[in-house]
């Protein structure tokens, strides 16, 4: 059973950084693309950014420069870092699989997401 588990949301000042960390059961991430897409009312769904088994990194045009996403070898674990956070950013981050890899901003699994919220 597939399952994609979140952590690492909160409320952080304008400038901030913050980590989140995605637990993926069900598949392994040396042979599927996993990363992130954000949910904010009026603004629907954003992609963050992708990660491939092959350790290729595709990143979405909202946070590109601001944002890195890793993995420990043999790890079924992605962290993303996001840096000089904005209340812009602020919304749902949810860790998701790419069924396409990371060619298209199309996704199939995702969780149930964790809250970000930048204070101006």
């Known amino acids: 059973q597939v399952q994609l588990v979140e952590s690492g949301g909160g409320s952080v000042r304008t400038g901030e950084s913050l980590t989140l960390s995605c637990t993926v059961h069900?598949?392994?991430?040396?042979?599927?693309?996993v990363g992130w897409f954000r949910e904010a009312p009026g603004k629907g769904r954003e992609g963050v950014v992708c990660l491939n088994g092959r350790g290729s990194r595709k990143y979405g045009d909202s946070m590109k420069g601001r944002v890195s996403i890793s993995r420990e070898p043999g790890q079924n674990t992605v962290h993303l870092t996001m840096r000089d956070l904005q209340p812009d950013d602020t919304g749902v981050y949810r860790c998701t699989s790419f069924p396409e890899g990371c060619y298209e901003w199309s996704y199939d699994y995702w969780g149930s997401g964790t809250q970000v919220t930048v204070a101006s």
């Open positions: 069900g598949f392994s991430l040396d042979y599927y693309s």
